[in-house]
């Protein structure tokens, strides 16, 4: 299955930049099974596809998402979404909410990325096209070394670096610029401030407040972290 068959069943256009990182392979990720981070997981590791290294992101094969579509469509579904919404997954969390492009809120040509939750009836913008979300999951991930699984200090560069060398081509030149001066930096260690005053030790190459004001100058975005629901039902 291409994209376009996608395209031409559901009546609408995927971004030139989805299109692009199809051709290159970028979308590549094989089917998703038991064996897979086994199999599959080492051939892609050091020419990342798509967000690949990204915490709790799962890029969907093309498959996937069609199939992904017409779930979503479907009037049984348990999400129940208004028809008047049309979302068009292309990854997931770990936890099964959905990536989308939002087709039905296209804005001066632009076809903003949503993240529209399972459990409970919301969506949430999270860029205003696909080359802003990239650069800020690219941010995200070298704002966060992965401590759960023990990543260590020379690894966690060394995906970033990675990452960078397949991602830098898709993304504006001074967005790959300000991600390829951050990985020349050491890594710190910052506290993020939590509500009732409660605070959590975190490492990476930039802080918090570094994140949110790159973001902030590079990637404005009046609706980011907004949210709408999804479904009138009930």
């Known amino acids: 299955m291409r994209l376009s068959e996608i395209e031409q069943q559901h009546g609408f256009t995927y971004p030139a930049l989805y299109r692009q990182l199809e051709r290159d392979d970028m979308l590549a990720v094989g089917e998703y099974g038991p064996d ?3 199999l599959v997981f080492p051939t892609l590791k ?8 990204a915490d709790d992101f799962e890029l969907l ?3 996937a998402v069609a199939e992904a579509v017409e779930t979503l469509l479907d009037a049984d579904d ?4 208004d028809p008047a919404y049309q979302f068009i997954p292309f990854a997931q969390t770990g936890a099964g909410d959905h990536y989308c492009f939002f087709a039905s809120g ?3 040509g632009e076809l903003p990325i949503v993240l529209l939750w399972h459990d409970q009836n919301e969506a949430q913008y999270l860029a205003k096209n696909l080359q802003d979300f990239m650069f ?3 941010l995200n991930s070298m704002a966060e070394q992965d ?3 023990e990543v260590s200090d020379a690894d966690f560069k060394d995906q970033l670096a990675k990452t960078l060398a397949t991602h830098a081509r898709y993304l504006k030149p001074e967005q790959a610029q300000v991600l390829s001066a951050l990985l020349a930096r050491d890594i710190v260690h910052y506290e993020v401030v939590l509500p009732k005053g409660r605070k959590e030790a975190h490492r990476g190459l930039l802080t ?8 902030e100058e590079f990637i404005p975005y009046e609706n980011f972290d907004s949210c709408f629901a999804y479904s009138t039902a009930g």
């Open 36 to 38: 897979w981070y086994k």
């Open 106 to 108: 296209q804005h001066d």
């Open 136 to 138: 800020h999951m690219l």
């Open 208 to 215: 918090d407040i570094e994140l949110a004001s790159l973001r």
């Open 46 to 53: 050091d020419h990342p596809t798509l967000l690949l290294h």
């Open 147 to 149: 401590s759960y699984n």
């Open 61 to 63: 094969n093309i498959e």
């Open 78 to 81: 348990y999400r129940h979404i």
